[in-house]
Each structure stands twice: as structure tokens, then as C-alpha cells.
């Protein structure tokens, strides 16, 4: 079993649908969790980073942990074209630590 | 947010020789840095782990001599695929970790094609 879970989808939704994207993890040592997009061919970005139980808005974009149940969310409202890519939820244990990610699930935003 | 910033972008080298790969922190130092290896329409894995002024800790399976990974200053970090194959061709990402906190930046990658 790995350590962090992720569906690859892909996931395909018109535009703009609500989109929830999902991990879940076994290691109670995960503390720290975070969201990157990554367009084709480029590097991660930096969407999201939490580290409570709870949610955190920032735009368009809903991270929630659920640390009892070791499950996070992404939440995109009012999904666009541009948000095609791939969605890596990744978590580490502390402070400069290696992150471990999901596999990344693949979104397509239709017209 | 943070950058960090890669290059070459792009390299085509030929097979058995050695090309270098620079990850850079522009704005911010970086204590830590990773150096990721990527195949199509996976997950990033993790190569190792580089600290700045010592040695870096590789992942099981990857070959430190192969893979020289250098951190001379804080907002450097340099990966050399040595004697490189076909097999070594990948996309090769560096992330950099502010020296105060826990958050972690990617660079644009890097793309090799051993031919």
C-alpha cells in the first residue's frame, strides 16, 4: 500500500463545475500537507498549503484535512479551461523534510 | 511565491558523456533542495536529498556516482548525470525549501535526451 493515495483519473468536468479532488494517507507522521498543479511538460506549482485540520480558501481554490480520517481535499469552484493539468497532493513529516506525493490526477476542463 | 529557477531548460547530450543541471533559488536561501526524476504521466520520485555544505542523501536505488549532486552555496544546487545512457534520458525537477519553514518550490525542470 502506499503511503499517500490519489485516483490519476482522469477527470474530465465542464467548465465551471465544482471539482473535488481527493487523498488519503496511512502515516500518522504526516503533518504537513500541500496541493501542486503541473501543466504538461513543466514543473510543479504551488497551490495550496495547510497544516491544521480544517479548511483553507485562497480564490478559487478549497484545501481541506481531515487528519482523524487522513483524508485532504482540493476544492476548485468555478472550474476553467486552465485549470487542465495535473493535481499532485504531497505531505512531509516537519520542517525541510521530503515531500511524498500522490500519483496525481489528471483534470480536463471542457467547454 | 519563491523561485526557483533550472538550467538548461532543455539538453540534448550524447551518449557516455555528462551534463551538468543548475537549480537556483532567486529570491530566498534554501538549506534544502531535492532533485526529483519524473517519467510521462507519472509521479515525481524522489532522488535525493541535498543539504547545503554536505553530502546529499540519495533514495535507495540511485546511484551516487552517477548522479554527483553538488550544494555548494544556499541558493544552489547542481545534479550531473555522469557517463549518461538512453535510459538516463527524464525530466529532472529541483525543489528548494526557504531555510525558515516548511514550504516547498519547484523549478521549471529540466529536460534530458540521451541520444
Known amino acids: 500500500q502506499k503511503e499517500v493515495e490519489q485516483d490519476p483519473g482522469p477527470l474530465s468536468v465542464p467548465e465551471g463545475a465544482i471539482v473535488s479532488l481527493n487523498c488519503t494517507y496511512s502515516?500518522?507522521?504526516?503533518?504537513?500537507f500541500m496541493w501542486y498543479r503541473q501543466y504538461s511538460r513543466k514543473g510543479p506549482e504551488l497551490l495550496m498549503y495547510t497544516y491544521s485540520s480544517g479548511n483553507k480558501e485562497d480564490g478559487r481554490f478549497t484545501a481541506q484535512v481531515d487528519k482523524s480520517s487522513k483524508y485532504i481535499s482540493l476544492f476548485i469552484r468555478d472550474s476553467q479551461p486552465s485549470d487542465s493539468a495535473t493535481y499532485l497532493c504531497?505531505?512531509?513529516?516537519?520542517?525541510?523534510?521530503?515531500?511524498?506525493f500522490g500519483t496525481g490526477t489528471r483534470l480536463q476542463v471542457t467547454l | 511565491g519563491a523561485v526557483v529557477s533550472q538550467h538548461p531548460s532543455r539538453v540534448i547530450c550524447k551518449s557516455g558523456t555528462s551534463v551538468k543541471i543548475e537549480c537556483r533559488s532567486l529570491d530566498f536561501q534554501a538549506t534544502t533542495m531535492f532533485w526529483y526524476r519524473q517519467f510521462p504521466k507519472q509521479s515525481l520520485m524522489l532522488m535525493a536529498t541535498s543539504n547545503e555544505g554536505s553530502k546529499a542523501t540519495y533514495e535507495q536505488g540511485v546511484e551516487k556516482d552517477k548522479f554527483l549532486i553538488n550544494h555548494a552555496s544556499l541558493t544552489l544546487s547542481t545534479l550531473t548525470v555522469t557517463s549518461a545512457h538512453p535510459e538516463d534520458s527524464s525530466f529532472y525537477i529541483c525543489?528548494?525549501?526557504?531555510?525558515?519553514?516548511?514550504?516547498?518550490?519547484f523549478g521549471e525542470g529540466s529536460w534530458l535526451t540521451v541520444v
Open positions: 504531497a505531505t512531509n513529516t516537519g520542517t525541510a523534510s521530503k515531500l511524498t
Open positions: 502515516n500518522s507522521a504526516f503533518q504537513y
Open positions: 525543489s528548494a525549501t526557504l531555510t525558515a519553514g516548511n514550504t516547498i518550490y
